[in-house]
């Protein structure tokens, strides 16, 4: 069973979130389901600039306007396909936006093209390849099952992976006559979103099956209040939704085996932690004494409940605790962390900017890692706080709900505990969650227990990888 799939982002090659994460291993993960996947991605720069020997394997006239080429390649033991198409991707900014951080005016057609590269390759532009399935991730890709539907592919078995449905690709109608598709695609029943384009909209509509990533978000996305003005479609898709969790690349985040971090440790030399948490204490410029050391490695925004942190930073360290932080984003946020750590020197420190490294040190040298986040797909940060002995604090939501067991009495005593999580999701809910943390670090046999559990939990992509090959395979039936 061949798979395409379709997204905006590959882990190694260009990555903004989780999403290029779970797109990256999910091939990985496959490989024993006789299932191999290829993914199409676009061509920016930093993808070019990797392509080794590269082999034109289609050329598209005009693909939404503009000339283009597929390349085939082989990266990191993935199989890639790269849209060239220099006048949508060759530019100096991120994937989505310029330089000063704002959107790029053509996302639509960059991201329109993309998914009809996507619909194309599933028509048979290959001469040696051809999928049984195309599997799409994200606004960026979700017009790839709109193309299918509407362009007589309706036969090809799809699906829409939704890692965040705050990110829908909503645009104005008068892009509609440059799509390339036929005037009923624009109706309720494709990618009309209320008088206006909405290229997620399109892809639930119209997709065989949905799948999100976290049972727990998969419900609520069914309700208002999480559900971004969608949640009536989804429910009406409901019989086709499923949540299955993201793994981790377990060879990339593993302690015992990691480049990025100052010494290597297990669950039997967790004592060996402690080398890495001084390489911090000194990459933070930290002072050097006793108390648990939180961290955070995020995008800066609301969703992530940043404001919460920074409305209780003071407090923390009042407690005797230490704040790291490593992200960025919104610049108010920003600014209160800053202000922060102006107040609290060698007690909170903040790197701003996005550094892969260092994001593995803070996961080998904290104490715990803090995610307040206001909706949450699946998360991956607590995963690899698992792997790492760093200990999560998450708000009970998503797949944080999902993937962490909070140290109540009875998850203690039982010894299946594995971090902390509260809810409401407030500056309050946060401090009682963490006044356990502080309760917890102060007895070490306790602390070290729930590390170890933490440390025993399956975060690899194996069950998952079996759930995403029962649902092709389940699609591959219905076709
Ligand atoms: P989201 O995709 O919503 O941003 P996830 O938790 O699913 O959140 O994934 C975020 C990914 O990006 C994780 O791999 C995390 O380690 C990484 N990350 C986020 N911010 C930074 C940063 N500033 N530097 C390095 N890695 C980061």
């Known amino acids: 069973m061949n798979i395409l799939s379709v997204a905006s982002e590959i882990f190694p090659l260009i990555k ?13 993960a ?6 191999p996947m290829r993914t199409l991605v676009p061509g920016y720069p930093a993808v070019m600039q990797k392509l080794g020997d590269a082999r034109v394997a289609a050329d598209f006239d005009d693909l939404l306007g503009t000339p283009a080429r597929l390349l085939a390649a082989r990266y990191a033991d993935l199989d890639l396909l790269v849209l060239d198409a220099p006048e949508l991707f060759e530019r100096t900014g991120g994937p989505y936006t310029d330089a000063t951080g704002k959107d790029y005016p053509d996302n639509w057609r960059r991201f329109a093209a993309l998914s009809r590269a996507g619909a194309e390759i599933a028509r048979g532009r290959l001469a040696d390849w051809r999928p049984d399935i195309v599997h799409a991730h994200d606004w960026q890709a979700a017009m790839t099952a709109v193309y299918l539907r509407y362009t007589g592919l309706q ?59 976290s049972p727990t978000y998969a419900r609520e996305i069914t309700t208002p209040d999480y559900g971004m003005g969608l949640d009536g479609l989804v429910n009406d898709r409901a019989a086709d939704l499923v949540g299955i969790v993201n793994g981790i690349d377990t060879t990339i985040w593993d302690p015992a085996n990691d480049r990025h971090i100052a010494r290597p440790y297990t669950r039997s030399t967790l004592r060996h932690r ?13 002072d050097d004494d006793d108390g648990p050391i939180f961290c955070v490695v ?19 360290v009042a407690e005797g605790g230490k704040l790291v932080v490593l992200g960025a984003g919104d610049e108010a946020l920003e600014g209160s962390l800053l202000a922060a750590a102006a107040r609290n020197r060698g007690r909170i420190s903040l790197v701003i900017g996005y550094n892969e490294p260092l994001s593995h040190l803070m996961q080998a040298g904290a104490d715990a890692i803090l995610i307040p986040s206001r909706f949450e797909p699946c998360g991956l940060t607590q995963l690899y706080g698992l792997r790492y002995g760093c200990v999560p604090v998450v708000a009970r939501t998503g797949g944080l709900a999902d993937t962490i067991i909070d140290a109540n009495e009875a998850a203690l005593s039982a010894r299946v505990a594995t971090g902390f999580q509260f809810t409401p999701v407030s500056a309050e809910g946060l401090r009682q969650a963490l006044r356990r943390v502080f309760h917890a670090w102060r007895e070490p046999k306790t602390w070290t227990r729930l590390q170890n559990q933490g440390m025993k939990s399956d975060v690899s992509w194996e069950k998952s990888a079996d759930r995403y090959a029962n649902l092709y395979s389940s699609l591959l039936l219905r076709a």
Do not use: C
């Open 16 to 28: 903004t979130g989780g999403l290029a994460d779970v797109v990256g291993a999910l091939p990985l």
């Open 30 to 35: 496959l490989a024993g389901h006789h299932m």
């Open 155 to 213: 036969h090809v078995p799809s699906l829409v992976t939704v890692h965040n449905l705050a990110f829908q690709g909503q645009f104005g109608a008068d892009i509609v006559p440059q799509l390339g598709l036929p005037p009923e695609a624009f109706s309720m029943e494709g990618f009309e979103y209320y008088g206006d384009v909405g290229f997620l909209k399109g892809g639930l509509r119209t997709a065989w099956a949905v799948t999100t990533v």
């Open 274 to 286: 402690a080398v890495n948490r001084q390489a911090l204490v000194e990459r933070f410029g930290l």
């Open 298 to 316: 995020s995008r800066l925004t609301w969703q992530k409940g940043i404001d919460l942190i920074a409305e209780l930073a003071d407090w923390i």
